[in-house]
T-cell receptor, first 114, second 114 residues
């Protein structure tokens, strides 16, 4: 079945460094790729999303890139801050007969050390 | 997102007991979803509903049941048939079954076995 692989599972960086989280998806028909941030014990919150008609999207220190051919998409966080520490989830939508549903990656626990 | 309310925040289930988790939204969203989150894992879809009076099984529906009698409400019942119910349960909603709609989450219910 369709799945989304996310790497790494844990990531530790120094404050001010950049962080990159990568995901691959299996359904070539997927056309919507959101990223969620989840702080401990709280709800996942949408931080950025990208659609298949663009290759890159940026919002301040956060950017997402998409390579449709390779079925890869990545989250880039620049100038990391301690408040960026959280679990990040990527997702891809299921298209065939299942519009609206998302498949989530396993999550990446990001730790930003001051 | 203040528009999605889950209750209770914590719930304890005795063996052989059914328990119901509440999810209410005032975002006028057509689609609603229930996810289960276990430590170290991503979000797994239990049930979803794209419209009132209709719902579909997700990837891990066994031992769970839902209803969608009102647009605003999508309660989840964890039945005694679910032998390992301890998890964090998240409800989400989106504008509709259209492709590429972001999902917005509630604060979750943490269910434990007594």
């Amino acid at each position: 079945g369709e799945n989304v692989e996310q790497h790494p599972s844990t990531l530790s960086v120094q404050e001010g460094d950049s962080a990159v989280i990568k995901c691959t998806y299996s359904d070539s028909a997927s056309n919507y790729f959101p990223w969620y941030k989840q702080e401990l014990g709280k709800r996942p919150q949408l931080i950025i999303d990208i659609r298949s008609n663009v290759g890159e999207k940026k919002d301040q220190r956060i950017a997402v890139t998409l390579n449709k051919t390779a079925k890869h998409f990545s989250l880039h966080i620049t100038e990391t801050q301690p408040e960026d520490s959280a679990v990040y989830f990527c997702a891809a939508n299921r298209v065939r007969n299942q519009g609206g549903k998302l498949i989530f990656g396993q999550g990446t626990e990001l730790s930003v050390k001051p | 997102d203040g528009g999605i309310t889950q209750s209770p925040k914590y719930l304890f289930r005795k063996e052989g007991q059914n328990v119901t988790l509440s999810c209410e939204q005032n975002l006028n969203h057509d689609a609603m979803y229930w996810y289960r989150q276990d430590p170290g894992q991503g979000l797994r879809l239990i049930y979803y509903s794209q419209i009132v009076n209709d719902f579909q099984k997700g990837d891990i529906a066994e031992g769970y049941s839902v209803s969608r009698e009102k647009k605003e409400s999508f309660p989840l019942t964890v039945t005694s048939a679910q032998k390992n119910p301890t998890a964090f349960y998240l409800c989400a909603s989106s504008m509709g079954p259209k492709l590429g709609q972001p999902q917005h989450f509630g604060d979750g219910t943490r269910l434990s076995i007594l």
